[in-house]
């Protein structure tokens, strides 16, 4: 009985490894940093000890070209922007009825909206106060807004091109537009250090989490490319795929 019991053991885990990968990878290890985060932060009002000489050593850059560049960019991350940019995709997606890209898509970004206004209220953090900004913000600081739309959206968009040559295109530029958008908040003064890593570790868990769920990237294999319509308007994908 015990060997049945490890056969089945072995025969589901090579069955399922690269998901059961994901989940340890893409959403416990995410989430254990944001809650190490969150749990110190609670513990400690004063914030981190890097939080401070990170924001102050990006303050002693700023410039007259430099403060322009970030007030202007940093509206490319805001969750309005974020919306008008999946909505686009999304029109995409659904002339193409990719109905499964576009429901993982929407869901992806609006919950990291609603995860991130609800953990700002019970986190309550202050935005730091060390000079004036030149785009102040109102709300409440961590986790930040622009850094978990952002980082949700190329988080999105990676894990629905999976496996094709469009993955690192986006992972490489879609690097490089998170960190300019976590740039100008740091920039401005309006978040600290720990605001915007809260941000992306939730973006990432949610993104990755919801897509083991939908399993999106089902419908990029090239095995199954001729029934992708069949795929993306079924409840079941694996299904089709057996």
């Known amino acids: 009985m015990l060997k049945s019991f490890v056969n089945f053991f072995q025969q589901l885990f090579v069955a399922h490894w690269r998901s059961l990968l994901s989940l340890l990878i893409g959403v416990y ?5 944001f809650g190490l985060l969150a749990l110190d932060l609670r513990q400690n009002e004063g914030g981190f000890s890097w939080d401070l000489p990170i924001l102050v050593a ?36 659904l002339l193409m009825r990719r109905w499964r890209s576009l429901t993982y898509l929407l869901i992806t970004i609006l919950g990291s909206s609603f995860i991130t206004r609800t953990l700002k209220e019970l986190m309550h953090r ?43 295109f986006i992972l ?25 890593l809260a941000g992306w570790m939730i973006s990432v868990a949610w993104a990755v989490g919801v897509g083991l769920i939908l399993k999106p990237h089902l419908t990029n294999s090239p095995a199954i490319n001729e029934s992708q319509a069949v795929n993306e308007t079924t409840l079941n994908p694996e299904k089709e795929l057996l």
């Open 58 to 93: 990006i303050h002693t850059t700023s410039q007259a070209y430099l403060d322009t560049f970030a007030v202007t960019l940093t509206k490319f991350g805001s969750f309005p922007v974020v919306l008008f940019l999946v909505c686009v995709i999304g029109l995409i997606f």
């Open 29 to 33: 290890l995410p989430l254990q940093i």
């Open 126 to 168: 202050v935005r730091p106060q060390l000079w004036d900004s030149l785009s102040p913000e109102l709300d409440y600081a961590f986790p930040s807004g622009h850094a978990t739309a952002s980082m949700a959206l190329v988080a999105a968009l990676v894990v629905l091109t999976w496996g094709s040559a469009w993955c690192w």
């Open 172 to 196: 490489i530029f879609g690097s490089l537009f998170v960190l300019a958008i976590a740039w100008t908040r740091l920039y401005l003064g309006v978040h600290f250090p720990s605001d915007i």
